[in-house]
Nanobody, 124 residues
Framework: QVQLVESGGGLVQTGGSLRLSCAAS????????MGWFRQAPGKEREFIAV????????YYGQNKEGRFVISKDNAKYTVYLQMNNLEPEDTAIYYC?????????????????WGQGTQVTVSS
């Protein structure tokens, strides 16, 4: 079965960086897009970035490109999210998700499997 395991979250000061990882198993990784979302308390799940199945195409949510960089290593079955210049507003649980197809997508309904999430807390 599909498994997605996020890691790399933690506590960081404003201006710091973190790299999240999502290790996948149970499906042909290169055939599906992989995305990152986040959800803060009391807020809706927010799209951050997605990488297409091949890893050649990436798309970012509004105001995300620049500070967030997604990368997909099909050989390692892992997708990463590099986060730079973090702000307290970035505090949330971060989730990776498997797309239902290889093309990149930004809506949660276009993803069929989700990891358990990793907490990111940015202190001021």
């Amino acid at each position: 079965q599909v498994q997605l395991v996020e890691s790399g979250g933690g506590l960081v000061q404003t201006g710091g960086s973190l790299r999240l990882s999502c290790a996948a198993s149970g499906f042909t990784f290169s055939a599906y897009a992989m995305g990152w979302f986040r959800q803060a308390p009391g807020k809706e799940r927010e799209f951050i970035a997605v990488s297409s199945g091949s890893g050649e195409m990436s798309y970012y949510g509004q105001n995300k490109e620049g500070r967030f960089v997604i990368s997909k290593d099909n050989a390692k079955y892992t997708v990463y999210l590099q986060m730079n210049n973090l702000e307290p507003e970035d505090t949330a649980i971060y989730y990776c998700a498997k797309g239902s197809r290889s093309l990149a997508a930004s809506q949660p309904r276009e993803y069929d499997s989700w990891g358990q999430g990793t907490q990111v807390t940015v202190s001021s």
